[in-house]
T-cell receptor
């Protein structure tokens, strides 16, 4: 079936550390890939997206590259800040079935000052 | 600024009560979704709707129903609330035409069933 697997958290980093959150997917067809972020007490909001192989999505210093050969979409940031503390969700949309979004389980990130 | 609004941030209900969670979007989106969010399980789709008066079951529809009488409003109904329905509920909307369309989320309703 179609699914998204992301690394378990929580991930705890010091400020200015390098961040990687791994995400792999299984999908029939050719999905679009997304990272959403959920700050404490809020709903999810789109962080970045990529719609085809080798596309790189980027926003707020975060980036992720759509790797079709490894079915991956890993999230990276070169230097995290305390304000990046949140839950990060990897997700995909299939081009069938009404564009239903399938989410990973989420990875909680804590950044210490 | 686009917006998805859920009627309550926090709710406490008793076992057996009928519970209504309301969601309104102002973006004229065709698609609307209800998810529940639980630690370690991420977001699980309860129901979704592609049009007015149209609904489809998601992955965990048992114990829930929905109503979409108007395009902008999508209601989630717990017919007889149970303690295992204590959770964070998230409503979302999106447009179906583009395969890279993002989902817009409300702030969530934290429901506690006692």
């Amino acid at each position: 079936g179609n699914s998204v697997t992301q690394m378990e958290g929580p991930v705890t980093l010091s400020e200015e550390a390098f961040l990687t959150i791994n995400c792999t997917y299984t999908a029939t067809g050719y999905p679009s890939l997304f990272w959403y972020v959920q700050y404490p007490g809020e709903g999810l909001q789109l962080l970045l997206k990529a719609t085809k192989a080798d596309d790189k999505g980027s926003n707020k210093g975060f980036e992720a590259t759509y790797r079709k050969e490894t079915t991956s979409f890993h999230l990276e940031k070169g230097s995290v800040q305390v304000s990046d503390s949140a839950v990060y969700f990897c997700a995909l949309i299939l081009n069938t079935g009404g564009f239903k979004t399938i989410f990973g389980a989420g990875t909680r990130l804590f950044v210490k000052a | 600024d686009v917006k998805v609004t859920q009627s309550s941030r926090y709710l406490v209900k008793r076992t057996g009560e009928k519970v209504f969670l309301e969601c309104v979007q102002d973006m004229d989106h065709e698609n609307m979704f209800w998810y529940r969010q639980d630690p370690g399980l991420g977001l699980r789709l309860i129901y979704f709707s592609y049009d007015v008066k149209m609904k489809e079951k998601g992955d965990i529809p048992e114990g829930y129903s929905v109503s979409r009488e108007k395009k902008e409003r999508f209601s989630l109904i717990l017919e007889s609330a149970s303690t295992n329905q204590t959770s964070m509920y998230l409503c979302a909307s999106s447009q179906p035409e583009r395969r890279n369309t993002e989902a817009f989320f409300g702030q969530g309703t934290r429901l506690t069933v006692v």
